[in-house]
T-cell receptor, first 114, second 112 residues
Framework: DAGVIQSPRHEVTEMGQEVTLRCKPI?????LFWYRQTMMRGLELLIY????????DSGMPEDRFSAKMPNASFSTLKIQPSEPRDSAVYFC????????????FGPGTRLLVL | AQSVTQLGSHVSVSEGALVLLRCNYS??????LFWYVQYPNQGLQLLLK??????LVKGINGFEAEFKKSETSFHLTKPSAHMSDAAEYFC??????????FGQGTELSVKP
């Protein structure tokens, strides 16, 4: 099993640019979660999907952030326009419907906005 | 509302010594509790979980945790630390909808 796959692993961009982060969940998993990790705020849940449908996006910081899951094997998190305070590590995680709390995390995307 | 508090942002032990990482929780319903480990530049990995079965839970790599309702605690222990245990450890509680709420993390250092 390949595990959760995220790309890119590292992203450096300039303020104002659009950033797209990608995630491929584990095959057969029904839930997909996007988290952000920073030193100041720790690990925060941004949004999660069940069967490709967004269930809770209350953690999305503002309208500059959007997430989609067009099919069961792909999700994107987009930031437009990006700001320096968006610099963080972004994790994607997935889980099976029978064990939805058992989340498997990807390696993360380290984002730096200059 | 559910929350967790990890006592100590950094813990240092000698190789072979007992590891004790503290976690206290707050939950309005019987909790599901988790410990995750994060090695440098990697994602989080599930170490163990409590789901209202046995109060003493055994996980991977020799770790275990004991659920104590009276103390609202779920501390993580390992009898003998290895150098490879150096990592950051996160305690988490699940809300009724299944979302995980993570603590701030405890960085474990292991001295030779």
């Amino acid at each position: 099993d390949a595990g959760v796959i995220q790309s890119p692993r590292h992203e450096v961009t300039e303020m104002g640019q659009e950033v797209t982060l990608r995630c491929k969940p584990i095959s057969g998993h029904d839930y997909l979660f996007w988290y952000r990790q920073t030193m100041m705020r720790g690990l925060e849940l941004l949004i999660y999907f069940n069967n490709n449908v967004p269930i809770d996006d209350s953690g999305m910081p503002e309208d500059r952030f959007s997430a989609k899951m067009p099919n069961a094997s792909f999700s994107t998190l987009k930031i437009q326009p990006s700001e320096p305070r968006d610099s963080a590590v972004y994790f994607c995680a997935s889980s099976h419907r029978d064990f939805k709390r058992d989340q498997y995390f990807g390696p993360g995307t380290r984002l730096l906005v200059l | 509302a559910q929350s967790v508090t990890q006592l100590g942002s950094h813990v240092s032990v000698s190789e072979g010594a007992l590891v004790l990482l503290r976690c206290n929780y707050s939950s309005s319903v019987p909790p599901y509790l988790f410990w995750y480990v994060q090695y440098p530049n990697q994602g989080l990995q599930l170490l163990l979980k409590y789901t209202s079965a046995a109060t003493l839970v055994k996980g991977i790599n020799g770790f275990e945790a004991e659920f104590k309702k009276s103390e609202t605690s779920f501390h993580l222990t390992k009898p003998s630390a290895h150098m490879s245990d150096a990592a950051e450890y996160f305690c988490a509680v699940s809300d009724p909808g299944g979302k995980l709420i993570f603590g701030q993390g405890t960085e474990l250092s292991v001295k030779p």
